[in-house]
């Protein structure tokens, strides 16, 4: 089983970017089917982004033309790349992975999560 941990998150200028990166122990990486979640205070976790092992990819209607996801197994990592950021999309964002074929069903009940990584945009 692969462990993750998130980086890149900070503060940022509305219309700013950031690079969110989470690094995989193990060597079963290029398995996995990755993905981004975020939850923002008082809401539930909602889905972000996700990536397959065959780099097929979902995104999530409000981030579509502005984050963009990617993996690189040589590293063991995948990434969000987020441009255009909004106050909307502050949140905690959470890297997840699962053995299984890609559903978004399927990674909303991951089999392994990150401790997560702290996202401020302000106005």
């Known amino acids: 089983q692969v462990q993750l941990q998130e980086s890149g998150g900070g503060l940022v200028q509305a219309g700013g970017s950031l690079r969110l990166s989470c690094t995989a122990s193990?060597?079963?990486?290029?398995?996995?089917?990755m993905a981004w979640f975020r939850q923002a205070p008082g809401k539930e976790r909602e889905f972000v982004a996700a990536i397959s092992r065959y780099s097929a990819i979902y995104c999530a209607d409000s981030v579509k033309g502005r984050f963009t996801i990617s993996r690189d197994n040589a590293k063991n990592t995948v990434y969000l790349q987020m441009n255009a950021l909004k106050p909307e999309d502050t949140a905690v964002y959470y890297c997840a992975a699962d053995p299984r074929p890609l559903t978004i069903a399927t990674m909303r009940n991951a089999e392994v999560w990150g401790q997560g990584t702290l996202v401020t945009v302000s106005s």
């Open positions: 193990g060597r079963t990486f290029a398995s996995y089917a």
